[in-house]
């Protein structure tokens, strides 16, 4: 396989890793190909020099890539890797952007046997989404989960490591897609679930109050953060992770009964250990 | 009363929020006086140059004072309320920075005549604590909500709005106590709570794992970082808030509940409504 200088990478799917990835590849490769559904956001990419060149046609986009990038929400990866395997050139690596891995890396096991699949899934995000909110440094520092199938070749998995580098990522390899999952479960699906309960709640409570506006403090404004993300792409990951965000959703729903305990019955020795114990790890968590 | 360029300020308390105030009202006031339990902190304050004078003798340390202002957890700030009104001069102004503001609020109402108590909760924090993390600009541009008593003399609102304005931060006067602690229940109470379950979520599922800790992402820094808050000042606000944060908790548990139901039913539609509703929302609150 080609190292990334000498590549054409094609990235389907221009939201906003998808141009963002473009942007931070684009000088470092052969030649960066934007594949998107709407001509304007072929042009826009063009336009603000994400990419070397753009196409609607999915079959034209890829039919001189060494590595194909599907930058979609989930479902519609799945889709095109079900599709895209006879429209492959020899040896091309599929890599995928989805947050969840299972489904996808499934699917891959059944392509064509002259691709290279790989799971990827880079730990990064904004509230923003779309072309417009395209930002080259957005990998930079950010971990880069990199799902090899058994089928993978171990050059295939070197490319998927290059390409994480080049973006200024950090490369982890996770060989099983369903312990991928748990964690992702726990530490972004669970957190994005919670803040849009909270939203919920902050307005069920507290909307009629126009003095709740004035006093929604930072504490508030971070935790609710994640429940501004893009709605499709949730919906994509939440529907295809139930199982695993079910099981985080019930082992944290017992943690807050036993906090709840602890408050109605003004057990101050337990709560203070429990907020004690939370503190610690969070601190351990972020040092 | 006397304009803030002309009054003494004793502040009660060196944490965080006191020793951020003395630095923040430190060359706009005739001079700031500290009171800490321990002699190294009011040392410390001191030679930080965030106070003129410090004492760990609390009647030596408001005997001259225009106004106190009491910055230590929500419970001491009761006993201290409980105890300091003889030691107070003629006139001065007792406001607090509590968290919580009924039970604070109730025991002012039995202040001696000659004191003019008024209930305090500036809108503002960080995860760290300590005289250490002393930042003067910590209040600039946060809310300073003021709870009037009854008795409170127009005037000494007045001096309170001042004091806030002073620090840069905006005055916020709400009248009713228990209306205060119902907004901030679920506005920042819960918060923490749901940051402090999340945290012991991910140490129980995922602490084996040390992939985990590689794939930490922003939301979940985010989501959970009140949970390193102060568990001192922490369990002093829950515990005399209970009825209020239940009733919170309980609000926000069945909306969680009706999104864990979304997700095991795979109901498309309705989720995509309701995480919809809560993006929404989340940017409206956060424009």
């Not at 000088?27 to 934007?34: D, F, H, L, Q, T």
């Not at 893009?230 to 965000?245: C, H, K, P, Q, S």
Request: aromatic share 4%; proline share 5%.
């Amino acid at each position: 396989m080609k190292p990334i200088s000498e590549s054409t990478v094609t990235i389907i799917g221009l939201g906003l890793m998808g141009s963002s990835l473009a942007g931070a590849l684009r000088g470092k490769c052969r030649k960066v190909v934007g594949v998107a559904r709407r001509k304007e956001t072929v042009n826009q990419a063009v336009s603000q020099g994400l990419i070397d060149a753009g196409t609607i046609d999915l079959e034209f986009g890829v039919q001189d890539a060494d590595i194909v990038v599907l930058s979609t929400p989930v479902r519609t990866i799945i889709e095109l890797v079900r599709e895209i395997g006879p429209l492959l050139p020899e040896s091309a690596l599929l890599i995928d952007l989805g947050s969840t891995k299972e489904e996808i890396v499934e699917n891959m096991s059944a392509l064509p046997a002259h691709v290279q699949p790989l799971g990827g899934h880079p730990m990064c995000g904004k509230e923003l989404s779309g072309i417009a909110a395209a930002d080259p440094t957005l990998y930079r520092g950010k971990t880069f989960i990199l799902v090899p199938l058994p089928r993978t070749a171990p050059e295939a998995l070197d490319v998927g490591r290059e390409l994480a580098r080049t973006i200024g990522a950090v490369p982890l390899v996770l060989d099983d897609a369903r312990r991928h999952d748990f964690l992702v479960a726990t530490l972004s699906h669970l957190p994005y679930l919670l803040a849009c309960a909270l939203v919920q709640t902050a307005d069920a409570t507290t909307s009629e109050d126009p003095a709740a506006w004035e006093i929604v403090a930072s504490g508030f404004r971070d935790t609710s953060r994640v429940a501004a993300s893009a709605v499709d792409m949730m919906t994509d990951i939440i529907l295809t992770n139930r199982e695993e965000i079910l099981g985080a959703l019930q082992e944290y729903s017992s943690h807050l009964s036993e906090l709840g305990r602890l408050v109605k019955n003004a057990n101050e020795q337990e709560l203070r250990q429990a907020l004690s114990y939370a503190r610690e790890k969070r601190m351990e968590m972020f040092p």
